[in-house]
């Protein structure tokens, strides 16, 4: 398995701009997870979903930022409109199950890193 | 007020050293402790996951231990090689039956010098 795939890999736009970044989990993973890390506030989770329907988006900073999961295969994050303070390292990253109280291994893409000028 | 505080921040160690790094937590309740390994400009990676009532857990030359009880973690690395310079990442979970509400440390910077 190519593990979890992100793209684009860097991205540089300017404020008030529409930004898209893409995820595609490892095949079969029920969980998918959003990650936010910047220097001043490390490394933070936005959003997660089961099974393709979001279950926790209380990490999500704002309405500007909006997340789908349209199938097993893939999800986005949005940023509309964007601003400079946005500027971070977004994570995707996915896992098998959850089992209680135990968590499970969770596989992170590489990221992609975001500049809003 | 759930936290997760980590030490050192920083570290530098000569190869073929040990080395131990700090997690302290307020969380509560506690499902959960994570250790993860990131390197410079890739996603972070699972070392270890321990529940309540594991306080020890091994990984190759990693090993994570977990006092419940001080609410306190410790990773310790074994005989250091350069590739283990990287930041490490102690995440805890606060909830049983689901992901639960996750808070992260900061990290620890390690650089393994030759």
């Known amino acids: 398995d190519a593990g979890v795939i992100q793209s684009p890999r860097h991205e540089v736009t300017e404020m008030g701009q529409e930004v898209t970044l893409r995820c595609k989990p490892i095949s079969g993973h029920d969980y998918l997870f959003w990650y936010r890390q910047t220097m001043m506030r490390g490394l933070e989770l936005l959003i997660y979903?089961?099974?393709?329907?979001?279950?926790?988006d209380s990490g999500m900073p704002e309405d500007r930022f909006s997340a789908k999961m349209p199938n097993a295969s893939f999800s986005t994050l949005k940023i509309q409109p964007s601003e400079p303070r946005d500027s971070a390292v977004y994570f995707c990253a996915s896992s098998l199950f959850l089992t209680s109280g135990r968590g499970e291994t969770q596989y992170f893409g590489p990221g992609t890193r975001l500049l809003v000028l | 007020k759930n936290q997760v505080e980590q030490s050192p921040q920083s570290l530098i160690i000569l190869e073929g050293k040990n080395c131990t790094l700090q997690?302290?937590?307020?969380?509560?309740?506690?499902?959960?402790l994570r250790w993860y390994k990131q390197d410079t400009g890739r996603g972070p990676v699972s070392l270890t996951i321990?529940?309540?009532?594991?306080n020890t857990k091994s990984n190759g030359r990693y090993t994570a231990t977990l006092d419940a009880d001080t609410k306190q973690s410790s990773l310790h690395i074994t005989a250091s090689q350069l590739s283990d310079s990287a930041s490490y990442i102690c995440v805890v979970s606060d909830r049983g039956s689901t992901l639960g509400r996750l808070y992260f440390g900061r990290g620890t910077q390690l650089t393994v010098w030759p």
């Open positions: 997690c302290n937590y307020t969380v509560s309740p506690f499902s959960n």
């Open positions: 979903f089961n099974n393709n329907v979001p279950i926790d």
């Open positions: 321990m529940t309540f009532s594991e």
